[in-house]
Nanobody, 126 residues
Framework: QGQLVESGGGSVQAGGSLRLTCSIS????????MGWFRQAPEKEREGVAT???????SYAGRMEGRFTISQDNARNTLYLQMNSLKPEDTAVYFC????????????????????WGQGTQVTVSS
């Protein structure tokens, strides 16, 4: 299985932006769907967005319009551009991958994803 490594987290003020990067050690083409998830302190992990190998994306309602998921197949890299950040976006962000195609609601089901990174911390201050 491939290794996933996130980077790009940090501390920003509300309204700011960050771009998270997930580097994949295997050919990204091995995965039909990749996603971003997050977990805030004392909360359950929640889905942020997914992207299929054909480029089809899906977002959790609260992130749509502010976050953009994308991938660069040539660089085996997954991205999450986060704009207009809010304090409630503070969490550890994880990238994940699976070898089956994502439906539009698969961001709700983290247990479908078989490969996970170690996470990167995002802190948004008010």
């Amino acid at each position: 299985q491939g290794q996933l490594v996130e980077s790009g987290g940090g501390s920003v003020q509300a309204g700011g932006s960050l771009r998270l990067t997930c580097s994949i050690s295997k050919d990204i083409a091995n995965y039909d769907c990749m996603g971003w998830f997050r977990q805030a302190p004392e909360k359950e992990r929640e889905g942020v967005a997914t992207i299929n190998s054909d480029g089809r994306t899906s977002y959790a309602g609260r992130m749509e319009g502010r976050f953009t998921i994308s991938q660069d197949n040539a660089r085996n890299t997954l991205y999450l551009q986060m704009n207009s950040l809010k304090p409630e976006d503070t969490a550890v962000y994880f990238c994940a991958a699976k070898t089956t195609y994502c439906s539009v609601i698969d961001y709700l089901y983290s247990f479908y994803f078989t490969n996970w990174g170690q996470g990167t911390q995002v802190t948004v201050s008010s």
